[in-house]
């Protein structure tokens, strides 16, 4: 019965990864159409704007999270008042793949939940202030496409929280997305690196899915892009676990062999972990490394005798839950990994909270192949429902509250 079990999830997980994961050329074409765009309202404005001038960085004691509090303990509770914090039709940034709403969606409950710690509360997200933390700054997400809705979540709840007279761009670099903000002279960029370590999926738009090949003792060719950032948030879980097995290289190029995956996240991780160790800077440079991104691919497990997916769902979990598609392997090696390093990397624990939120994900109202879903493919959930994706303003915002959070608390009056 294990075994059956074991087998199956890995099976549709597979099935899962095919059917969101190649989303192929198109996308190209849209994020293109992106490249350049200025802020429609923006305007020449004169070179002294009222925010090119550098401002002191308060910290309130309601904005303070006390020491001893765990931020990722906590539950959801139902908050329309004060969410969610941005429109998606007022972010003009949002790619196709994660505007639920102007996609069919029919509830919107899943934008109006808050994120409440137990024992704390998280500070009202504050753009400006964000801003003024990453004046004269680069800060970067690097990671799969479930990184970069981190990206683009960051990128509205800044986008919706500054003057319209503030210019802002969004630049497509590939691999990177780089937004900015002028007045701040601040970026907020994302890099494509699905397993972090080099492989042949690095190409922005046109990687192959289903054939993987991963450098596990590499990670030169993007680190030199991510050397001169000053915030670094890195992500890589959901690609690995295509298979139990990975092909890989490790030294010579000319011996692929078949990794057990967790084998080859421990040794691509090290790696990663060589690198910053070497070549970051803990008193200009801050690291951050965001913990699986839960899947909600089976209902069977929080409605036993279910079914389905994450279709059809509107309500978070209540009570506790951790799905299978979290493997606890990875995140054992993440924890040994990031506890063996003598630079400080904080972990965005996100994994536990978000696996309550089976009602996030895009679910049939986002892309296939870089196209919407037609409403025959919509009709059949069971195959087209992405489970893994989630919808914006969502679920990723709260990630980018509690990131906002642990970085406002260095500004503290000690
Ligand atoms: C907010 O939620 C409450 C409780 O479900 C509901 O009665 C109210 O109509 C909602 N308000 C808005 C603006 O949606
Ligand atoms: C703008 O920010 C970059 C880092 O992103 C920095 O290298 C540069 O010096 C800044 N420019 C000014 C005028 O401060
Ligand atoms: C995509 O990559 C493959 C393999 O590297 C290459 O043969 C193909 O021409 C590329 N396609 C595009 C559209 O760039
Ligand atoms: C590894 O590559 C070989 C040759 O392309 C292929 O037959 C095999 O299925 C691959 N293994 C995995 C786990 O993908
Ligand atoms: C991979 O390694 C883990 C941990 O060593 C082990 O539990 C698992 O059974 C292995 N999987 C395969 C397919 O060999
Ligand atoms: C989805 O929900 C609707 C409304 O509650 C219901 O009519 C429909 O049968 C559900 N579909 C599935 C596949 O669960
Ligand atoms: C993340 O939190 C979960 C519980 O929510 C815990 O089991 C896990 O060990 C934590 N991960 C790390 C790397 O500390």
Same mark, same amino acid.
């Given at each position: ?9 890995? @099976?549709?997980? /597979? ?60 539950? &959801? ?16 940034? @949002? %790619?196709?793949?994660?505007?639920? @709403? ?37 800060? *970067?997400?690097?990671?799969?496409? %479930?990184?970069?809705? *981190? ?5 509205? @709840? ?21 937004? !900015? ?15 972090? %370590? ?10 192959? %899915?289903? !054939? /993987?090949?991963? /450098? ?22 959901? &690609? ?14 000319? #011996? ?35 913990? *699986? ?37 990875? *995140? ?46 919509? #009709? ?35």
């Amino acid at each position: 019965m294990a075994i059956r079990q074991y087998r199956r999830i890995h @099976l549709l997980f /597979r099935l899962a990864l095919v059917s969101v994961m190649a989303l192929g050329a198109s996308r190209v074409i849209l994020d293109n159409l992106r490249n350049n765009l200025l802020w429609p309202g923006s305007v020449e404005i004169s070179t002294r704007h009222r925010y090119t001038v550098k401002m002191p960085i308060g910290v309130s004691e309601e904005e303070t999270i006390e020491d001893g509090c765990n931020v990722f303990e906590g539950k &959801w509770v139902w908050d329309n008042a004060s969410r969610p914090l941005y429109r998606e039709e007022s972010c003009p940034f @949002l %790619v196709k793949q994660t505007t639920c @709403l102007r996609n069919g969606r029919p509830d919107s409950f899943y934008q109006n939940w808050r994120w409440q710690p137990n024992t704390c509360n998280l500070p009202r997200f504050d753009g400006l202030k964000l801003m003024e933390i990453l004046r004269d700054k680069r800060l *970067m997400f690097v990671g799969d496409s %479930v990184q970069r809705s *981190m990206f683009e979540s960051m990128v509205c @709840l800044v986008q919706s929280a500054i003057p319209s007279d503030v210019r802002r761009s969004l630049q497509r670099i590939p691999p990177r997305k780089v937004f !900015k903000v002028e007045e701040f002279n601040a970026t907020i960029e994302y890099y494509w690196a699905p397993f972090i %370590v080099e492989s042949i999926s690095d190409h922005a738009t046109n990687h192959t %899915v289903l !054939k /993987r090949l991963v /450098r596990l003792d590499s990670v030169a060719k993007h680190s030199k892009e991510w050397q001169a950032a000053n915030v670094l948030i890195f992500e890589s879980y959901v &690609w690995w676990m295509y298979k139990p097995m990975i092909n890989a290289t490790y030294g010579s190029l000319d #011996n692929i062999q078949e990794y057990n995956v967790t084998t080859a996240y421990r040794l691509a991780l090290e790696t990663w972990a060589n690198w910053i160790e070497s070549s970051i800077n803990p008193q200009t440079q801050k690291i951050f490394f965001t913990t *699986m991104s839960p899947t909600h691919l089976w209902s069977w497990e929080w409605k036993p005798g279910a079914d389905g997916n994450c279709f059809n769902e509107t309500h978070p979990i209540e009570g506790s839950y951790w799905g299978t598609g979290s493997n606890l392997d990875i *995140m054992g090696i993440v924890e040994d990994v990031l506890g063996e390093l003598k630079v400080k990397v904080t972990l965005l624990n996100i994994t536990q909270l978000s696996e309550f939120r089976k009602d996030g994900h895009t679910s049939v109202f986002g892309e296939r192949k870089g196209k919407l879903l037609t409403k025959e493919q919509r #009709n059949d959930p069971k195959n087209y429902a992405d489970c893994i994706h989630w919808c914006l303003p969502g679920v990723p915002d709260t990630w980018n509250e509690i990131l906002y959070a642990l970085l406002l608390q260095d500004y503290r009056v000690q």
